[in-house]
């Protein structure tokens, strides 16, 4: 059986302000530092012989405070990115809507077909989010593995594992630190927690504009 712990990178100052990032190479705050240490510290009596992440800063970042405490090299991979998101990059939904009116109307009403322009769209992100799972699965086939990435790869790990299709994107919530286990045993996903924050103690609503 191999058992996915996957924690959603910390904090970045475009998430405090609700920005939009993408691929942007945002890199993580104090408080994004201090809740992927406090991530790392509820891993700690987990066997984990693997971490992966996104190459992105924030993640690779989350992933590096989790390896050194497992005494493991972290591995990063593309397939783990954040969704491209296109032209919206850098901006608040506010600035989005103001700027791509016709566009952002179109997506307030149907997210999943109606991406942002020059967006990948959310069934290429599930694609490549199958690729990481079949390799991890098969990599580590009886073992812990820690992924530190973003919230539109957990959801697409998700959904990969489960064989749905993009529209379970938004039904699950994701903050920045919070941990989701997944199991593959034989082939048939288990999920067995989602989203837990028990560790951050005083945490809010989540933050970020995953799209």
Known sequence: MTRLFMVRHGETAWNADGRIQGHTDVELTETGIEQAR??????????????????LKRASATGEIIAAIHAVKLTTTPLLREAFLGEWQGLTPQEAAAKFPREFAAYSQDSISNRPPGAERLEDVISRCAQFLAHVTKAHPDGGVAVAGHGGVIRGIIAAAFEVGPDIYRQIRLDNGGLSVLDINGGRPFLISLNDTCHLPGQGIGNGADL
């Open 38 to 55: 406090l991530a790392a510290e509820r891993l700690r009596r987990e066997r984990i012989a693997a971490v992966y992440s996104s190459d």
